[in-house]
T-cell receptor, first 114, second 113 residues
């Protein structure tokens, strides 16, 4: 079964450093998402991306965050200057044709900011 | 108020018993999806139910949706130890400008062997 793959599975970074989390969505999907889950808390929406631009972003997705689809297969989340409170599991997800379709999630990238 | 709240927060049952988890939400939706998450792992999609559907089945899973009460339930029949996980409902709000899911807090299910 096709799946969303994410790398790295776990990253430890120093506060203030830049981090890039990478994702390969399911190949024929058109909509891409990033969510995050702080330990013990809800899964929270960060951003959705379609047709090479952001469709919607949450309040969490401030100027420190950016997304990119650099080469037609990868989808990346960059955090420019990490803070302690950015420590969380970051999930990439994709869906086929948007509204009303199943959203498939990757295994997540666990980010620890020290 | 929060979109997508599950109850109970935690449920412990014996293997072979049925497990029922409930989800309530506040605003009208396009669809509702249930996911499973094993500890520290990714979100595995279980079932999507659309707002015009009332019940769906998939193997040992049965999901109901009552849009008048803004609630959904997930029933796992003949539970197994491997069903131990957190279960989340996620709603696609009708009035949102783009397609995204709002997750509930989840129900932690423990199935005792």
């Amino acid at each position: 079964e096709p799946e969303v793959t994410q790398t790295p599975s776990h990253q430890v970074t120093q506060m203030g450093q830049e981090v890039i989390l990478r994702c390969v969505p399911i190949s024929n999907h058109l909509y891409f998402y990033w969510y995050r889950q702080i330990l013990g808390q809800k899964v929270e929406f960060l951003v959705s991306f379609y047709n090479n631009e952001i469709s919607e972003k949450s309040e969490i997705f401030d100027d420190q965050f950016s997304v990119e689809r650099p080469d037609g297969s990868n989808f990346t989340l960059k955090i420019r200057s990490t803070k302690l409170e950015d420590s969380a599991m970051y999930f990439c997800a994709s869906s086929g044709t948007g509204a009303g379709n199943t959203i498939y999630f990757g295994e997540g990238s666990w980010l620890t900011v020290v | 108020s929060q979109q997508g709240e599950e109850d109970p927060q935690a449920l412990s049952i014996q293997e072979g018993e049925n497990a029922t988890m409930n989800c309530s939400y506040k605003t009208s939706i396009n669809n509702l999806q249930w996911y499973r998450q094993n500890s520290g792992r990714g979100l595995v999609h279980l079932i999507l139910i659309r707002s015009n559907e009332r019940e769906k089945h998939s193997g040992r899973l049965r999901v109901t949706l009552d849009t008048s009460k803004k609630s959904s339930s997930l029933l796992i029949t003949a539970s197994r130890a491997a069903d131990t996980a957190s279960y989340f409902c996620a709603t696609d709000p009708l009035m949102d400008s783009s397609y995204k899911l709002i997750f509930g807090s989840g129900t932690r299910l423990l199935v005792r062997p």
